[in-house]
C-alpha cells in the first residue's frame, strides 16, 4: 500500500525521491525574484517529518554549514518518513552577512506573520502557511549574534517532555532551559503543536569545525531516535543542564582581555577577564560573582561599560 499523497508548496512530493522546490519570498525591486531552496527528501515508507532549518539570522553561517554536512554526507535521505532542509532561510541577509532582512526587521520577532504586513512578516506568513503545518519536527540551527560565541548547546521549554527528550539525544555540550521568545518561530511551531529544538553554537559570520560537527552528530542522533535513519546514537557526553543564567557586564569601558576558555565550571571571585584602557591609566578584573558554567563569551575586543560579557548558570 502507498502512503498518502505529501503536499507542500502546492506540489505532491514523490516517494523515494530528492524533490527542489523554491519558497517564493518577493521580487526586488529590480525585478529579480528571490527564492529560498527547499530540499526534499521522501522515504517510500511512511514516517514523521522532520525539517531542518538555518539562516533565519543571515549572518548565522555555522547552521548553514551544519545542514550543508548533513545533506553533503546524504544523511537527510530516509528510511522512513520524510526530511525537509532550508539550508539558508533569510536568504536576504545572508548573501550580504547581515542579521536582518532588507526592510531591517528581526526575521526571528516577526512569526507566525501577516499577509499584508512589512516583508519579513509576509515571509513569516508563508512559511507558517505553506511549510510549518506539514512537519512534525524542528531543529532551528542558530549561532551567538554578533561577537558572542556560545558552546554548542539546545535550548528548549522545560516542560515541554518531548522536545527535552530529543535534547538529551541531540547530546549536546549544554541543555539551556529558556522560554519562548513572542513571536519567535520557535513560539509559533509550538503553538502549532510541533516539536522544536533550538541548537545554538559559534558565533556570526563564521565556519566553525567543532560547533558544525556537534550540529552534525546531534541530529543525527534525533533523527535515528526518530527512526527516519539507521545507525546507533553516539553519547559523547553528559550533557550540563542550565536552569537559570545571569549576563556578566562590563563595569568599565575598555580594551577586554578574556582569561578563560568557554563551557568551563568556575568559582565565585575567580577572574574571568581584564578590562584595561588603551592609555596605560587601569586595568580592571572581572571577577565570577558565584559559581558556574560559563556557555557563552563576548568575543570583542573593546567593550563599553555594561556590555554583557559572560553568560554563566547559577542556582539560586
Not at 2 to 28: H, N, Y
Not at 110 to 138: C, R
Not at 183 to 211: A, D, Q, V, W, Y
Amino acid at each position: 500500500m502507498s502512503s498518502k499523497p505529501f503536499i507542500l508548496l502546492g506540489k505532491e512530493i514523490p516517494e523515494g525521491k530528492r524533490t527542489v522546490l523554491d519558497l517564493e519570498v518577493a521580487k526586488l525591486h529590480t525585478r529579480t525574484t528571490v527564492k529560498v531552496p527547499v530540499i526534499i527528501e521522501r522515504s517510500k515508507k511512511p514516517g514523521p517529518v522532520v525539517l531542518l532549518l538555518a539562516g533565519i539570522h543571515g549572518d548565522e553561517t555555522n547552521g548553514v554549514g551544519i545542514i550543508r554536512e548533513i545533506i553533503s554526507q546524504k544523511i537527510n535521505i530516509p528510511v522512513n518518513g520524510t526530511i525537509i532542509c532550508i539550508p539558508v532561510f533569510n536568504i536576504f541577509g545572508y548573501l550580504i552577512h547581515t542579521r536582518e532582512f532588507p526592510d531591517g526587521r528581526d526575521l526571528n520577532r516577526m512569526f507566525p506573520g501577516s499577509a499584508n504586513g512589512s516583508l519579513a512578516s509576509q515571509f513569516a506568513y508563508q512559511f507558517t502557511k505553506e511549510i510549518a503545518p506539514h512537519v512534525d519536527y524542528v531543529i532551528d540551527f542558530h549561532t551567538g549574534g554578533g561577537k558572542r560565541d556560545n558552546i554548542a548547546q539546545i535550548r528548549c521549554n522545560k516542560d515541554d517532555e518531548k522536545a527535552l527528550e530529543l535534547a538529551k539525544v541531540f547530546n549536546p555540550p549544554m541543555i539551556v532551559f529558556s522560554e519562548n521568545i513572542t513571536k519567535s518561530l520557535r513560539e509559533t511551531l509550538h503553538k502549532m503543536g510541533k516539536t522544536i529544538l533550538l541548537f545554538e553554537g559559534g558565533k556570526s559570520n563564521e565556519l566553525n569545525p567543532t560547533i558544525i560537527n556537534e550540529g552534525l552528530n546531534g541530529t543525527k542522533n534525533v533523527l535515528i531516535r526518530l527512526g527516519l535513519i539507521e545507525g546507533k546514537i553516539t553519547v559523547k557526553e553528559t550533557p550540563i543542564f542550565v536552569n537559570k543564567a545571569k549576563w556578566i557586564r562590563a563595569s568599565h569601558s575598555g580594551m577586554f582581555i578574556i582569561m578563560v576558555t568557554n563551557g568551563i565550571f568556575v568559582k565565585k571571585k575567580e577572574v574571568l577577564g581584564i578590562i584595561q584602557d588603551p592609555f596605560g591609566d587601569f586595568k580592571k578584573k572581572v571577577y565570577a560573582p558565584f559559581d558556574g558554567h560559563i556557555f557563552c563569551i563576548n568575543k570583542t575586543p573593546i567593550v563599553n561599560k555594561g556590555e554583557a560579557l559572560f553568560h554563566i548558570s547559577f542556582e539560586e
